[in-house]
Structure formats: structure tokens, C-alpha cells
């Protein structure tokens, strides 16, 4: 079954602190893997897309690394600031024909002064 | 550039009345239009899609349905809303398949009473 799984479902973090998120996914064929930002009450908004052959991308404060071995990413956020505080979404297309994109039920990250 | 727009912001209704919940797009020609619905803790769950105007495809079986009349139009509609179709509810559009990235609009949120 096509699954994306991500953990932790919610965090607390310092202002200033580094923090990363994981996704765990079953997904087959693989296509592409993305994260989303989605700020309370928004749609999510790209922050990365990694293809089979990347294992790393980077965005400013935040690096997602991709391992396609162990079907593992994680998108970490250095020295987090308040605006940081949002869901993040991992989204993982399969390279199939026909319409196939299984979202995350994302991860909550609140960062505190 | 292309921006999606998704209106109204927030909307409640009665159970038992209409929902008329529309999307446009500018600045891109024929994009694939999709109507997604997000619950609290888990992931987004496609609605509808369309790759082109009256081509509506279904993924979930539901109280409502979705048109196309136009190139960048994309209406997502009831005749009669149900307590179970609260949510938050995302307009999305990309410009092809899986290779693309999803652009969101800002969402509604229906609350049905």
C-alpha cells in the first residue's frame, strides 16, 4: 500500500534551536518527494523537491536530505525563527501512469520565544 | 505569473444547503486543476481533478462534485451539505503530472451547522 508517514505529529521548539522532520514512505514506483510549508488557515507552499538521484536540497534555513534506499527523508530547520511555526508536509508522487501524489498528514511545529 | 485564487475564505451553512466554492487561475494556459480536502491530523485527500475543461475525474465517492466551464475555472459544488463535509477545503493547480509541483490556493474553510 502507498503510504507516507511522518513523525513527530507535533513539536515544540526554542527560537534559535535547529529541529528536523522525518518522513517514512511506501510509495512505489518513486517519482519525486516534496516538503510543504502550510502556514494555520493557508494552503502549503513548496519548499523542496528531490527526484530518485538527489539525496540533498537545500532552501535557505532548511536542507531535506532524501535516502531512496531506506525510503527515508527528513527536512531539518536551522536556527528556527517564530514565522518558522507552521505544518510541514511531505508529499511523495509515484513515477506511474495515471494520477498517483500521496500526501503526509504533516507535522505540526510550533517554534517559541 | 501564475496566481490561484479560492474564494470565499471561510463560509457556514446550514445542513441541507447549497455549497458553491470556486477557483480561477491566471497567467498559465491549461493547467490541471484539483479540489482537495484537508482534516485536522491527516493528510489531504483528492477530491476532484480535471486536465481540461468538462474533464472531471472523481477519487472519493461523496456528497459532492465538481466542474470545469472554463480553461481556469474549477468549481467544487453541493445540492444539499452534510455535517461530515466540514473541513478545510484546497484549490490546487499544477502545470502537468507528478514531475510538477502543486500551487495552492489559500483554502476555505466550510463549517456546516
Known amino acids: 500500500k502507498n503510504q507516507v508517514e511522518q513523525s513527530p505529529q507535533s513539536l515544540i521548539i526554542l527560537e534559535g534551536k535547529n529541529c528536523t522532520l522525518q518522513?517514512?514512505?511506501?510509495?512505489?514506483?518513486?517519482?519525486?518527494l516534496r516538503w510543504y510549508k502550510q502556514d494555520t488557515g493557508r494552503g502549503p507552499v513548496s519548499l523542496t523537491i528531490?527526484?530518485?538521484?538527489?539525496n540533498t536540497k537545500s532552501n535557505g534555513r532548511y536542507t531535506a536530505t532524501l535516502d531512496a534506499d531506506t525510503k527515508q527523508s527528513s527536512l531539518h530547520i536551522t536556527a528556527s525563527q517564530l514565522s518558522d511555526s507552521a505544518s510541514y508536509i511531505c508529499v511523495v508522487s509515484r513515477n506511474t501512469g495515471g494520477f498517483k501524489t500521496i500526501f503526509g498528514a504533516g507535522t505540526r511545529l510550533f517554534v517559541k520565544a | 505569473s501564475q496566481t490561484i485564487h479560492q474564494w470565499p475564505a471561510t463560509l457556514v451553512q446550514p445542513v441541507g444547503s447549497p455549497l458553491s466554492l470556486e477557483c480561477t487561475v491566471e497567467g498559465t494556459s491549461n493547467p490541471n486543476l484539483y479540489w482537495y480536502r484537508q482534516a485536522a491530523g491527516r493528510g489531504l485527500q483528492l477530491l476532484f481533478y480535471s486536465v481540461g475543461i468538462g474533464q472531471i475525474s472523481s477519487e472519493v465517492p461523496q456528497n459532492l462534485s465538481a466542474s470545469r466551464p472554463q480553461d481556469r475555472q474549477f468549481i467544487l459544488s453541493s445540492k444539499k451539505l452534510l455535517l461530515s463535509d466540514s473541513g478545510f477545503y484546497l484549490c490546487a493547480w499544477r502545470a502537468g503530472g507528478s514531475n510538477y509541483g502543486y500551487t495552492f490556493g489559500s483554502g476555505t474553510r466550510l463549517t456546516v451547522v
Open positions: 528531490m527526484t530518485f538521484s538527489e
Open positions: 518522513c517514512n514512505y511506501t510509495v512505489s514506483p518513486f517519482s519525486n
